[in-house]
């Protein structure tokens, strides 16, 4: 684990090795290559250069498994970030005159510098979310396959020619990149957001900021390393790494700075819309990929164990922490008891709960102790309201911020969990009668970013998937998640698609150009 001139990162080295090798709840010794991994910083990256904070200040990482010191980065402020942004301002005059083929040449050797060094970036990745060491290597896959895709599709980016009403006019259209992006990405997919968000910037000739969540900025800085590696220039990836004190006024910055064209976000709901506001200051392009609220619906037809199957994947990835997790389970009173004893069996014998590094293990840790918190109350609330604890139901033995998987039932509305995005491993059941009810009560929430159903009705299967408004419908799939296909939300869960050939429109301009006397 080395700086660019080569001196040895002992602080973020020393932790790495104390606290995660001899720290885990299972006794897994972690791999020492992480330990020596070149991939490793306690410095953040502007301008090609790792670089500390202006006044010296840090703020330390810690391994959710067991709240152990990782290491520390530099905690930047608003006056770091203003500097990230004229870094970014100035390199995009020379970086939007590359040629797409050049810019996309440099995304390739990215892409597979990033396959080549995928099981240590995913040790990365689960030392710092937590996640189960399998799901942080296969994230690190998904992040690289945003790399490929707009290495791909960014030689893809077409002007028109339109029809002239008059002889003497000739009408086209250019598209260009927009300019400095500011993207802003969470801690539960720590990689694949910033690739999903700054490669289509890139690639459409955009430089970028990046502000990486406090609880993950680990993988956001081994990324810079391998994108150096590939060639990409200096000033064109920038990193602003900060702690959750001085996150309001970086997000202010990159929303205010009238040298920031756009921005991108993945995460809270309330925080979006804040950063809108701020947004709208500069009118800002500004695409949100924000909270969800999902339905899951299990009709009469459906195959119950392949619908258990969805479930399991949909549910408890990332120990429930993803924003397209199903967060409220519709079952169809005539399979509902059926579904829930399987459902039961499956996650009593396929859920274990530990540390990532540990053999075996298909559930981490949530990413903090608020997290912990806010699960318990809402199942909590939901016990006191008339629920029924099937299993689980309380934060797990091993303690921190570990909790049991939960599988409740007799769910209704006035519940928090029916009402919240829940963030955790809970499976809150609902019985439902009929198709209307159940896309009335799946339609009456705010958010709109992803739904599930399972159906072998033709018919039935159209008409709800029309009927949901969500911005994604996964039918007999509970893992629809791929760069191929649009990601993004209506109603508060967001604006704009990231990903498909759509994603890269998010960076671009149209300019219109009028050639006349051309007689």
Partial sequence: MFSRTGVRIRNAVHYFVRNISAGTTGGVVVPTEVASSRLLFDKTYVNGEWVSAKNGAIFEVTNPANNKVIGSVPDMNAEDTENAVQVAYKTFYTWRETTAKERCNILRKWFNLIIENQHVLGMILTAENGKPLAEGIGEVGYAASFVEWFSEEGRRVYGDILQSPAKSKKLMTFKQPVGVAGLITPWNFPSAMLTRKACPAIAAGCTVVVKPAEDTPYSALALCQLAEEAGLPKGVLNVVT???????????????????????????????????????????????????????????????????????????????????????????????DAYVKRLTEVMESQLKVGNGFDEGITQGPLINAKAVEKVHAMVTDARNLGATVVMGGNPHALGGTFYEPTLLT??????????????????????????EEVISVANSSKSGLAGYFYSRDIAQIWRVAEKLEVGMVGVNEGLMSTVEAPFGGIKESGLGREGSYQGIDEFIETKYVCLGGML
Avoid: W
């Fill in 242 to 336: 900060c702690s959750r004190q001085n996150a309001a006024e970086v997000g202010r910055v990159l929303c205010e700075s009238p040298f920031v064209a756009k921005i991108s976000f993945t995460g809270s709901t309330t925080t979006g819309k804040l950063l809108l506001r701020q947004a709208a200051s500069t009118v800002k392009r500004v695409s949100m990929e924000l909270g969800g609220n999902a339905p899951f619906i299990v009709f009469d037809s459906a195959d119950v164990d392949q619908a258990v199957t969805g479930t399991m994947v949909s549910k408890f990835r990332c120990s429930g922490q993803t924003c397209v997790c199903a967060n409220r389970i519709f079952v169809q009173e005539s399979v509902h």
């Fill in 410 to 435: 007799g769910i209704n509305k006035d519940m928090k969990v029916s009402q919240e995005e829940i963030f955790g491993p809970v499976a809150a059941i609902y019985k439902f009668k009929t198709e």
